[in-house]
T-cell receptor, first 114, second 114 residues
Framework: EAQVTQNPRYLITVTGKKLTVTCSQNMNHEYMSWYRQDPGLGLRQIYYSMNVEVTDKGDVPEGYKVSRKEKRNFPLILESPSPNQTSLYFC?????????????FGDGTRLSIL | RKEVEQDPGPFNVPEGATVAFNCTYSNSASQSFFWYRQDCRKEPKLLMSVYSSGNEDGRFTAQLNRASQYISLLIRDSKLSDSATYLCVVTPPWRSGGYQKVTFGIGTKLQVIP
C-alpha cells in the first residue's frame, strides 16, 4: 500500500530535550515536505526537499532541522524543543514535475513540549 | 495579499443543502490546484483535482477561473458526513531544479446539520 509513515504519532516531552520525528514514504517520491498546523494558522511549511541531499527552508524553519540522506526518509529534528513548537506536524511527499499529482500526507504527529 | 485565501467559516448548512466555497490565489502562474478534505486533527486527504474545464465527482464539482484567479468547490445534497474542513491547494509550475512552493489555504470549515 502506498503510504507516508510518521513516527511517533504522539509525543509529550520537555523543553530542551532533543527529539526526532521520522517520516518514510514507499512511493519513490522525489519531493518531501514537513508542515505544522496550528489553530487559525492552517498548514505552514517548515522544510522541504526536492531530492536526496537537497533541502530548503519553508515558511517557519526556525528551531528545526531536516536531512535527506535517502530518498524514502525525511526526518524532522528538534535540537532544543520549546513550548512554541507544540503543534500537529505532517509529513508529505509528492511526485516531481507532474502537475496533476497531489501531495500524500502521513497521519500526523502531535507534539507537546512542556 | 495572501498567496491563497479562503473564508475559514464555519459554514453551517442543513442536510440536503448545496454549499459552495471559493479560494482565491495571487500567483497568476499557478499551475495545479486541488481540494483536500481534513477531518478534525487528522491528515488532509485529497478530495479532487481542479481542472480548467471544471470537473465533477458525484456530488462534488470543482471549477477554476484563471481570469479571476479563484477555484471553487460545490457540494450538492450535503450529508452529515461532509462535515469537515476543506483546504484548497495551489502549486506553481514545476521548474527543473527550482524552488517549489505548494501553498495551502487556511481551510473552510463545513458543518452539516441534521
Amino acid at each position: 500500500e502506498a503510504q507516508v509513515t510518521q513516527n511517533p504519532r504522539y509525543l509529550i516531552t520537555v523543553t530542551g530535550k532533543k527529539l526526532t520525528v521520522t517520516c518514510s514514504q514507499n512511493m519513490n517520491h522525489e519531493y518531501m515536505s514537513w508542515y505544522r498546523q496550528d489553530p487559525g494558522l492552517g498548514l505552514r511549511q517548515i522544510y522541504y526537499s526536492m531530492n536526496v541531499e537537497v533541502t530548503d527552508k519553508g515558511d517557519v524553519p526556525e528551531g528545526y532541522k531536516v536531512s535527506r540522506k535517502e530518498k524514502r526518509n525525511f526526518p524532522l529534528i528538534l535540537e532544543s524543543p520549546s513550548p512554541n513548537q507544540t503543534s500537529l506536524y505532517f509529513c508529505a511527499s509528492q511526485v516531481l514535475y507532474r502537475v496533476d499529482q497531489p501531495q500524500h500526507f502521513g497521519d500526523g504527529t502531535r507534539l507537546s513540549i512542556l | 495579499r495572501k498567496e491563497v485565501e479562503q473564508d475559514p467559516g464555519p459554514f453551517n448548512v442543513p442536510e440536503g443543502a448545496t454549499v459552495a466555497f471559493n479560494c482565491t490565489y495571487s500567483n497568476s502562474a499557478s499551475q495545479s490546484f486541488f481540494w483536500y478534505r481534513q477531518d478534525c486533527r487528522k491528515e488532509p486527504k485529497l478530495l479532487m483535482s481542479v481542472y480548467s474545464s471544471g470537473n465533477e465527482d458525484g456530488r462534488f464539482t470543482a471549477q477554476l477561473n484563471r481570469a479571476s484567479q479563484y477555484i471553487s468547490l460545490l457540494i450538492r445534497d450535503s450529508k452529515l458526513s461532509d462535515s469537515a474542513t476543506y483546504l484548497c491547494v495551489v502549486t506553481p509550475p514545476w521548474r527543473s531544479g527550482g524552488y517549489q512552493k505548494v501553498t495551502f489555504g487556511i481551510g473552510t470549515k463545513l458543518q452539516v446539520i441534521p
